[in-house]
């Protein structure tokens, strides 16, 4: 049997150390959307959190660019949300001890 000799096309696993990129970290921001389902704003909090498992989804499907827009995307509907929840923690506690009592 002839020994096998290689292309210049053909890459052997052997000799191949340091062309595979590593992935991007993934960045789903899960610990922030649960933070945010603590939030009064259940509606936006519930949006966020499928934007972080549809990133996570992404992620281990190899679409790392679909899954930092995602990603993002649930960064930002979670920061709304703790602000929109403040605020109506905010607004309750103000009309609950100003309210005039008869």
Known sequence: MAPKV???QEKSSVFDHGS????????SYL???VLACFCPAHPVN????????MSRRSYYQGDYE????LG???LCVSVASII?????????????FTRMEY
């Open 6 to 8: 290689l292309n210049s």
């Open 20 to 27: 595979a990129e590593a992935p991007p970290p993934l960045r």
């Open 31 to 33: 610990c922030l959307t």
């Open 46 to 53: 519930i949006v966020g959190l499928v934007y972080c498992l």
């Open 66 to 69: 679909g899954s930092r827009r």
């Open 72 to 74: 993002r995307n649930a």
């Open 84 to 96: 929109i929840g403040l605020l109506i923690i905010a607004i309750t506690c103000i009309v609950h």
